[in-house]
């Protein structure tokens, strides 16, 4: 069967984090949700209407399709959605081609369904199918083709759920209800995005109490995990609860970090955003451990790294220097006014 997604959310609340005071706000999203012209929730046309007519590549043994040549080109879609586009000009290359690989697995799908029920592999084409199906919702979103996108992830999910064995899509249940959490709430309709994050939560609280011991499957849910946690925060800020948006920030920047999984100078900016709430509550203590982390991760950095990226690396590294210096002089008001009263 396809294997289970990985998330494609990038952790960053900022792009300068010039103004640390502030708790994180927006969320960016891998491929930035830019270009294409027409923002995050443009009404691009989706997957090309009557594609499934075109001639599908031949699947000639239909148990190795299903069981070998399937979950290899979706491991291909997968490395495709990850690869950073380079060409600003064409901002969705290697999701376009991913795209083109699940649409000829959507017909290769459709052509061997009928032998492969006289097989007895009726389970394995609609696990392939489902696969295909949650893989084609994700890169609509993710190439900012979001009504598409919403309703290719609702169909998804309800393939799934209703397979003979839904567990086995635990992943690819859980990453849908994320996008749909994002897609919401980059509508501005916070309380639907958080209704699908809250139904996040239980889906990996009822994964948590199975006590799985397939480590790999462990850890792309706990990496899905921290994409709801890290969308949690972004709409619990839009839903004037700063409190709750500071405490899954920090959930999110402590489960990033421990599982190794993120750009430095994006979680050092972050940091020091999350501090600059921290200072305006009075908590001393959690400002300045937000901010002597950031110096630990900024100073992981490499050398060849910090020179291509000089620029970016030097205002971190002012903001960074900024958040130390608000501190000290908020600590020393404090304690004159105390003095005073």
């Known amino acids: 069967r396809p294997p289970p997604p990985l998330s494609h959310t990038a952790y960053s609340w900022g792009s300068g984090a010039s103004s640390p005071e502030a708790p994180p706000g927006s969320a960016e999203v891998s491929g930035k949700q830019g270009g294409g012209g027409q923002g995050a929730l443009g009404g691009q046309q989706a997957v090309k ?18 069981q070998n040549r399937l979950v290899e080109t979706i491991e291909q879609v997968e490395k495709l959605h990850r690869m950073e586009e380079e060409d600003e000009a064409a901002p969705f290359k290697h999701k376009y081609a991913a795209r083109d690989l699940l649409k000829g697995l959507t017909r290769q799908l459709a052509a061997c369904k009928a032998e492969s029920e006289s097989l007895g592999l009726a389970a394995a084409w609609e696990e392939g199918m489902a696969g295909v199906e949650h893989q084609m919702g994700v890169n609509l979103v993710e190439t900012e083709e979001i009504s598409a996108g919403e309703k290719q992830l609702n169909l998804a999910i309800k393939r799934m759920k209703e397979a003979s064995d839904p567990n086995k899509f635990v992943c690819e249940i859980l990453d849908s209800t994320n996008h749909l959490g994002l897609i919401w709430s980059q509508r501005g309709e916070h309380q639907k995005a958080e209704s699908f994050l809250i139904s996040a939560t239980e889906q990996y609280e009822s994964f948590v109490k199975t006590k799985c011991t397939d480590d790999e499957l462990v850890s792309r849910i706990e990496g899905l995990r921290t994409t709801t946690l890290f969308l949690m925060a972004q709409v619990y800020q839009h839903l004037g609860h700063p409190d709750m948006s500071a405490k ?71 903001n960074l220097a900024w958040g130390w210096g608000k501190l000290h002089t908020t600590r020393l008001d404090s304690a004159a006014h105390g003095e005073q009263g």
């Open 49 to 66: 209407k009557g594609f499934l007519a075109e001639k599908a590549t031949p699947v000639g043994d239909v148990s190795v399709f299903l």
């Open 248 to 318: 899954y920030c920090q959930i999110t920047l402590n489960r990033s970090l421990k599982g190794g999984l993120f750009d430095a100078l994006d979680w050092t900016k972050n940091a020091v955003q999350l501090s600059g709430y921290y200072l305006s509550q009075g908590r001393y203590g959690d400002c300045a451990t937000c901010l002597a982390s950031a110096e630990e991760v900024m100073a992981r950095i490499p050398a060849e790294d910090a020179e291509q990226n000089k620029a970016q690396v030097g205002e971190t590294l002012s």
